[in-house]
């Protein structure tokens, strides 16, 4: 007996230490669990009262004497809710959150846009060149290609790539890069034309010129890589880039003092043609190793490829705005020449001629544009003579159409619309709305909302606006200043994200403010 209580005793003891734990602990957690699991509960037991469970009381549930008690007490009511909730869509409103949702005012409504071009719609093949602009037969030794990034705007492309061609280029030279993030709606012809990322691939066909495909959409310096990277692939060591957004011409009225033409042998060159005497004089003996030549800035470029490579190419933290400044900046101060001259004239718009067809001076298609202040009506707070002005002007463009119907247009008529339409954009650029000076990235294109890879053309304009405004912030960071203006201010390559910045951030962000408005050529040498 004596040694059976001996081994009992020491296994009682653990068991009896066990039992307290398990006491203390139970007494330890039981409040915060009670607390837990009513907070948990009572949210979801008001829903069901105020669904109509009147019987199911929370008193009553904790206390278990509830006259229909759900199946497994607090445990069964918690799994019947869980089951409840995971019926419920998301967003159903149970919430109790009263939402509302609150629209934007409905777009301006444009009317729909027509078609810029009915010569190579109906007649299937392009209108003849004049003889004094057609290409050079036979063709140069030099690869002379023209790239043009499209995104949106069909018609601005259109008498882009016609003006081009117009003035003398090589439509097989002629390459369009369709960066509409579609990608192959448009080939396949699932966009319609009201779509402002309509392309119209046949069109483009019949006027002889190539259409290239980024993969997805870029943004500005993502497309001038794509650029480099085609060099790379077809052994460009040179090519031309255009905005689409210009209207190009040969000028017919240039003198003799361009020092890349033959005169002696030929009096008049085209576009083309001096652009490509450009190339052989930056390519001559004794000249500077050159990276860019401008022409009208760079609304058409001429660009040396490797010295693109080995500046390490666009930066694409710097999506649109400021992404120039850094590129043509970082080249200058790796040591390469960026000179600028004209080659013919480029004009910067953001409307299309009602009939493009006037830029191949076809008989019958007249020079003019939606908006055209000449044919507008003279405001009521006009002078006299303002109205005695506009009236002339009305009745000489109206006198000339008898002979446009039977010739065709003039160059000088010409020159003088594209000069309206430039200033019409440079007008909406200096509005209160800057947004509108960017208005012609979607034109007047509002349709295809049942299109593969519809975007909102506002909302789509709206994004850019960000984007740009989040470059300008990346450049500002980037060089510790904001504006382009960085030789005036002594900054240096080797500074890239190195200096803090000039301005007080709390006050103002990089993207707004500074020295926005400068040149980055200010203070070159």
Request: contains cysteine; proline residues 7%.
């Amino acid at each position: 007996m004596h040694m059976i209580s001996n081994r009992v005793l020491p296994t009682a003891a653990r068991y009896v230490s066990v039992l307290l734990a398990a006491l203390l602990v139970y007494y330890l957690i039981r409040e915060p669990f009670n607390v837990a699991v009513s907070d948990v509960l009572l949210p979801k037991i008001e829903s069901l009262r105020a669904a109509g469970w009147g019987r199911f009381q929370h008193d009553s549930l904790l206390a278990g004497t509830s006259e229909n008690p759900p199946p497994g007490g607090l445990a069964g009511a918690a799994e019947d809710i869980r089951e409840k909730d995971a019926q419920a869509p998301i967003g159903d409103g149970s919430n109790g959150v009263g939402y509302v949702k609150k629209y934007k005012p409905d777009p301006v409504p444009y009317s729909p846009i027509l078609d810029h071009f009915a010569w190579i719609t109906y007649a299937n093949f392009p209108p003849p060149v004049l003889e004094n602009n057609a290409p050079p037969n036979p063709r140069v030794e030099e690869a002379t290609p023209l790239l043009i990034g499209f995104t949106n705007n069909w018609p601005l492309l259109l008498q882009c790539v016609s003006s081009y061609i117009a003035a003398g280029w090589p439509p097989e030279d002629i390459h369009v890069v369709e960066n509409t993030g579609t990608f192959l709606a448009n080939r396949q012809q699932q966009l319609e034309i009201q779509n402002p990322f309509f392309l119209n691939h046949t069109a483009l066909g019949i006027l002889g010129v190539k259409v290239l495909a980024t993969p997805t959409l870029l943004t500005f310096s993502q497309l001038q890589n794509f650029y480099l990277n085609l060099a790379l692939e077809h052994d460009w060591q040179y090519f031309w880039w255009s905005h689409m957004d210009v209207l190009a011409m040969s000028d017919e009225d240039v003198k003799k003092n361009d020092r890349d033409h033959d005169w002696d042998h030929d009096p008049y060159a085209t576009l083309y043609e001096r652009s490509v005497g450009l190339l052989r004089y930056l390519n001559g003996p004794d000249m500077p190793p050159w990276a860019t030549h401008f022409f009208s800035y760079d609304h058409l470029a001429l660009v040396h490829r490797d010295a693109y490579l080995e500046a390490g190419g666009w930066d694409t933290q710097i999506p649109y705005g400021a992404a120039d400044c850094d590129m043509y900046l970082r080249l200058h101060w790796a040591g390469y020449w960026q000179p600028q001259s004209e080659a013919g004239l480029v004009f910067d718009v953001d409307l299309a001629l009602d009939d493009i067809a006037a830029l191949f001076r076809v008989p019958g298609a007249h020079a003019a544009f939606r908006g055209d202040p000449v044919y507008a009506e003279s405001g009521a707070g006009s002078s006299a003579t303002e109205r005695a002005h506009r009236e002339a002007e009305l009745k000489r463009e109206q006198d000339m159409w008898p002979w446009v119907d039977k010739e065709g247009e003039t160059f000088a008529h010409l020159v003088e619309v594209a000069s309206r339409m430039q200033e019409h954009k440079w007008a909406s650029a200096s509005a209160p709305d800057h947004g509108a000076a960017r208005r012609w990235q979607a034109g007047r294109q509002t349709g295809g909302r049942d299109d593969p890879f519809y975007r909102d053309p506002d909302g789509f304009a709206a994004a850019a606006d960000i984007l740009v405004d989040a470059g300008r912030r990346v450049f500002a960071d980037k060089w510790g200043h904001r504006g382009c203006d960085l030789l005036a201010m002594g900054i240096e390559g080797k500074d890239a994200w190195r200096l803090e910045r000039d301005w007080d951030v709390r006050e103002s962000p990089g993207g707004i403010g500074g020295n926005w408005g400068k040149d980055w050529m200010m203070g070159a040498r």
